[in-house]
């Protein structure tokens, strides 16, 4: 199931970036299209395999210019840890790319831009080590994911530093929105702050 999207999200047209000579990476737009799948390719031999896991260029074709500032990494250790759902707002608003090292998780990007047509809407996508898929969430989205192996790793660029004062949560399990998370309330692990974060109705116009 890796790489599958969520329920009612599906991967729309392939963006056509492809790397030529030995890089390997399409760029594959969501139901939401500023939400970008970021497909790899691993050159293997009897040694193991090498994969581009990032190109500017390739990104830029694609229509992703974002300058990321700063790398984070979060281990999770228990299976049906949720962490999110999260963002920034202006003017530290952070897009994120995000790709996990070890395990595997659902990640969740919701769109929360005031005026959009899919505001309110979410895409889910399954990532893992095995392939080595990224997600890329552009400005104007919560990003939350759940772990559905123990001892998850994930990494994580964003072109915005953490900042305190600008950090702001959705809730994860918001009705509203309706993301089928693979772990009951009862059962999910979450932060203090993570449960007490308001629903989309009580959150105001962020962007």
Not at 183 to 201: C, M, T
Request: charged content about 20%; overall charge negative.
């Amino acid at each position: 199931m890796s790489g599958t999207p969520g329920v009612g999200m599906h991967p729309g047209p392939a963006a056509g970036i492809r790397g030529e000579g030995r890089v390997g990476m399409d760029v594959i737009d969501t139901e939401i299209p500023d939400v970008k799948r970021i497909k790899l390719k691993r050159f293997g031999d009897s040694r193991g395999w090498f994969s581009e896991t990032f190109r500017a260029d390739t990104m830029a074709r694609a229509g992703i210019t974002t300058p990321f500032v700063q790398d984070n990494q979060s281990f999770s250790a228990p299976q049906g840890t949720i962490r999110g759902l999260h963002f920034q707002i202006a003017p530290q608003a952070q897009a994120k790319l995000i790709r996990v090292l070890q395990g595997a998780i659902l990640d969740v990007a919701v769109d929360i831009r005031s005026g959009s047509p899919t505001f309110g809407k979410y895409v889910a996508v399954t990532l893992d080590a095995e392939n080595g898929e990224q997600l890329y969430i552009p400005h104007g989205f919560a990003h939350g994911f759940c772990t559905l192996t123990p001892d998850v790793m994930v990494a994580y660029k964003v072109d915005a530093y953490y900042s305190p004062e600008h950090d702001r949560a959705l809730a994860w399990d918001d009705p509203e929105i309706g993301i089928p998370w693979p772990v009951s309330g009862e059962a999910a692990i979450l932060s203090d702050k993570d449960r007490r974060a308001p629903k989309l109705a009580a959150l105001g116009q962020v962007f």
